[in-house]
């Protein structure tokens, strides 16, 4: 199942081929998520993806946002705390991004507003129609059950490293560039987001992707 779907995905998305080659990549991914969901984690990251097999963190990135784009294996979800309640907001659509309101104290944020990119954080969860998916990791003869308690410090560090990755860096690595040199976008929803409300907004300030 993984295999299957992991390999539908490289067919639609240029770059997960050229830059991340199946062979090499798809036993990587599949040992990360084992561990992750040996330690119960929901979420992925591309920061502990990259520390766990010594990958350049920028490469790490566009491969999450590789895999995180049209209903992919990973959805983006976007985590803000308040500046000015402290509430933390978990916002899981780019539209509410583009007209955030707080939900605790109704403060309205702009994207135009760098401490704001900086501050929204982006975690991965596997796709909610990948729950077959999951439960096929589970089942694969190397994940062992008794496992997922045995290190709650390491557990802990999961959630650590969701704090890491902001908006404003990974629109920054969302772009890839083909054999000629063209560039192009990665992640369709993080480019929709910077063509119709960063880069209008900036009036060109940011590189044109």
């Known amino acids: 199942m993984f295999y299957t779907k992991l390999c539908s995905i490289y067919d639609e998305k240029d770059i997960l081929k050229r830059e991340f080659p199946f ?7 599949r040992k990360f998520l084992m561990d992750e969901l040996k330690l119960n984690a929901d979420h992925f990251s591309p920061y502990r ?15 999450f946002l590789a ?17 000015n309640c402290e509430e ?22 702009s994207l135009e507003n760098q401490n704001f990119l900086d501050e929204v954080k982006i975690i991965f969860e596997l796709n909610e129609e990948e729950n077959e998916l999951k439960n096929s990791l589970k089942a694969h003869p190397f994940f062992d059950k008794h496992t997922s308690n045995r290190n709650k410090s390491k557990e802990g560090d999961v959630n650590l490293y969701f704090d890491h990755l902001s908006l404003g860096q990974t629109l920054e690595e969302n ?8 560039v192009y976008p990665i992640n369709s929803d993080l480019a929709e987001l910077e063509r119709e409300v960063i880069k209008p907004l900036t009036k060109g300030l940011r590189k044109d992707a």
């Not at 062979?23 to 991914?29: G, K, S």
């Not at 916002?91 to 309205?108: A, G, Q, R, S, V």
């Open 175 to 182: 772009e890839q560039k083909d054999s000629e040199g063209n």
């Open 23 to 29: 062979d090499e990549f798809h036993p990587l991914l």
């Open 67 to 83: 895999l995180s784009d049209n209903q992919g294996l990973f959805n983006k979800i976007y985590k803000y705390q308040c500046s």
């Open 88 to 109: 933390l907001n978990i916002i899981t659509d780019e539209e509410d991004l583009k007209n955030f309101i707080c939900h605790e104290c109704l403060e309205p944020e």
């Open 49 to 63: 993806f990259a520390s766990y097999f010594g990958i350049d963190l920028k490469q790490s990135i566009k491969f």
